[in-house]
């Protein structure tokens, strides 16, 4: 079942049919774009290159916050997460694991090299992590949350590239695309 994180009625007409066509995505960037411009913050539509589209909204000048203010009641009226999730459909149609998909990724566009497994990865991205601790008193009574550093700040791949980011970035967006046809 499609969630979304909104009591949005356009959001709530998006999901009826359990899915998210790339005309109703359109209409979400485009509503949500409208939104904005009409409350007074200065915006538009990108594209990040991996044929992802974004809103970017500029906090150079003014009140910040009350810009990111604006752009959240937007989103909620607007998106409610249905870009997070039709990215996800896209990247991932058949909701296979993510890892196994990035990996097979990144041997194929030659950053990792064969026989590189998923337990690999995932060990190279929980090293670069932040974590949440919870401490205990004597008692074993839950004190408070600290947040624990990465081990690895910048885990890189076998070849160099860095786990996140660079060229390592379109496999993780776009696992069952990238390097198709390059």
Known sequence: MLVANTDSEFVASVLSDYSIT??????VLDKQLACMIERGVEADLQSNGNGSKFINYHLETG?????????????????????SLYEQILSNPNNEDRYVLTA???IRVGLAPEGFTTDELRELEDSGAYRMAASEDDQGNLVE???KAPTNPDPRLPGGEPVHGGAAEECWMRPLEAGIGK
């Open 22 to 27: 790339e005309e109703e995505y359109s209409e």
């Open 63 to 83: 009140d910040e916050a009350a810009k990111q203010e604006v752009f959240n009641e937007c989103w909620t009226l607007w998106d409610g997460g249905l870009g």
């Open 104 to 106: 097979e990724c990144l």
């Open 145 to 147: 949350d600290v947040v």
